[in-house]
């Protein structure tokens, strides 16, 4: 008797030590927080599905921070430290099938690899360019990797030659196509469809969605019934013909229905969290997304709330 109260009372106690560890706001969102005298500022995010570990990118720091979405610790520690490789700052990444990370490097023009379990450095890129902003990546099938530059007109293009050795290219010149650049931020969250055919990317200051053939065909705008626009979209997300769509400044995560094709959508919904804190991106890990909350609206006063933090919050 003496040996179940015990193991009873051992039950409770690591249930209660989850629960406090598991930050879960009313809604039932779990929050991941960073250290909390970090000024963190984050914006990107990357998932390793082989063992459930993501990566948040500081944009202020260009420090790399890991958690794990499979464990209980809610807790975020620094992975890459801010400078090292030149990394002053950090935007868009993803974790491609061979465990590679790769790192956008905004207004730096810098494109950087790591290995994803190590934090070995493996390459870094530049594009030799004044105007630029390298924002956010995605990996194709095939494993080249796609960046959208949010003030000049290209989609860059990083992949392995013949003998393994991964090259930098300006993949494509967006000018002279349907993706015509505006004044502001133009080109942000970029993904891939499953068949590696199409990149799908919204334009920030227009609220546009475009398709664009990886083959190298014609660029079109990807009209939404009733005439929405995403403006504000940031990060996105493909998950088959749904599209998600993080609209930033408005903590909101759109739902778009994409067509067979891709080549039209509909908005079948949206929702926001109270946790939601300038959501600029997402990423997919089973039945939930895991949101960043940027905070950028605070950033010229520097008066975030703090600890900055990734929500994750079940799929509608």
């Known amino acids: ?57 500081s944009n202020a720091t260009g420090a790399i ?28 990444m993803k974790v491609n099938p061979q465990g590679q990370l790769f790192i956008s490097g905004g207004a730096s023009g810098m494109i950087w690899m790591y290995d994803a379990v190590t934090g070995r450095f493996l390459s870094s890129f530049s594009n030799g360019l004044q105007s630029t902003f390298i924002n956010d990546v995605a990996i194709a099938p095939d494993g080249a990797a796609y960046f959208t530059d949010s003030l000049t007109p290209v989609i860059y293009r990083i992949k392995a030659d013949a003998q393994g050795i991964f090259r930098f290219e300006f993949w494509r010149d967006l000018r002279g196509t349907a993706l015509e650049y505006t004044p502001g931020f133009n080109l942000n969250g970029i993904d891939v469809t499953a068949d590696g055919k199409y990149l799908i990317a919204v334009q920030s200051n227009t609220g546009k969605l475009f398709r664009i053939p990886t083959d190298g065909g014609n660029i079109a705008e990807i009209p939404l019934a009733g005439g929405d626009r995403m403006t504000n979209g940031d990060g996105i997300l493909l998950d088959g013909q749904t599209l998600y769509v993080s609209r930033n400044s408005l903590n909101l995560i759109v739902m778009v229905r994409l067509t067979a094709d891709y080549a039209g959508g509909q908005q079948i919904g949206s929702f926001t969290d109270p946790a939601f804190r300038y959501t600029t991106t997402l990423a997919h890990v089973g039945n939930r997304l895991l949101v960043v909350n940027a905070q950028f609206d605070k950033r010229m006063t520097n008066n975030p709330e703090l600890p900055f933090s990734v929500s994750s919050v079940a799929i509608p």
Not at 2 to 9: E, I, K, S, T
Not at 38 to 52: M, Q
Not at 77 to 92: C, I, N, S
Request: charged residues 15%.
């Open 1 to 57: 008797m003496r040996r179940n109260v015990v193991a009873v009372l051992l039950a409770l106690l690591i249930g209660y030590s989850s629960q406090v560890t598991t930050p879960v706001n009313a809604q039932g969102s779990i929050q991941y927080t960073f250290p909390a005298g970090d000024t963190v500022y984050p914006e990107g995010i990357a998932y390793h599905p082989g063992n459930g570990d993501f990566f948040v990118s």
């Open 65 to 92: 921070y890991r958690g794990n979405a499979w464990g209980e610790d809610r807790s975020l520690k620094v992975f890459l430290p801010a400078g090292a490789d030149g990394r002053q700052t950090a935007t868009g």
